[in-house]
């Protein structure tokens, strides 16, 4: 597809639970990011890929956080033993390259853990 | 520790008229702005930008003005129309790490 593809839309899991969420980036774009939009919040920054550098992961809030990106392309974010406070939308985006700053966003997976 | 922060969540506007939407941030390395506008239950897109070396780029009904010694940067919509009603948030980034979000301001504009 054209733009950044994100899935599950929608996620509703029980406390404890392991989820995963899927990012399909941009074709060709280098850097992808994750961010979470928690209710009322704004865009809490979580785990940044550039190339095949190390990963930035400053901002993933506790080790059940982790994500991978496998071939320079599809990420995937793992939430181990899902809490409630995991409830968010979580955003992935992509860019060209590191210096634009602009970034191109998916829809979000909106994930509700009961 | 927020370093980007939007103090108004929600600003009003008649349709016409100039919105104005602010932004402060406390890092002095950032050197990069961004503006974003997210819809309901769609992702955020890119709006507009502007480096440190600049103080002001338009593009269109949209100008972005960056004052460094302040460490504030503003959005400015003329004229606003319904249209544009939506969150927009500002972000910022330092030599092209990852963008800082502030917390977003709600636009309404109003008939």
Redesign the interface.
Known sequence: GAG?SQSPSNKVTEKGKDVELRCDPISGHTAL?W?RQSLG?????LI?FQGNSAP?KS?LPSDRFSAERTGGSVSTLTIQRTQQEDSAVY?C?SSLH???????????SRLTVL | DQQVK?NSPSLSVQEGRISILNCDYTNSMFD?F?W?KKYP??????LI?ISSIKDKNEDGRFTVFLNKSAKHLSLHIVPSQPGDSAVY?C?A?SR?????????TQLKVEL
């Open positions: 950044v990011y961010y919040q704004g865009l809490e920054f940044y930035d901002g955003l985006a590191r210096n634009t700053g602009e970034l191109f966003f998916g829809e979000g | 939007q990069y961004l974003y239950a769609e992702g955020p897109t890119f930008s948030f972000a980034s092209g790490n990852k963008l800082t979000f502030g917390t977003g």
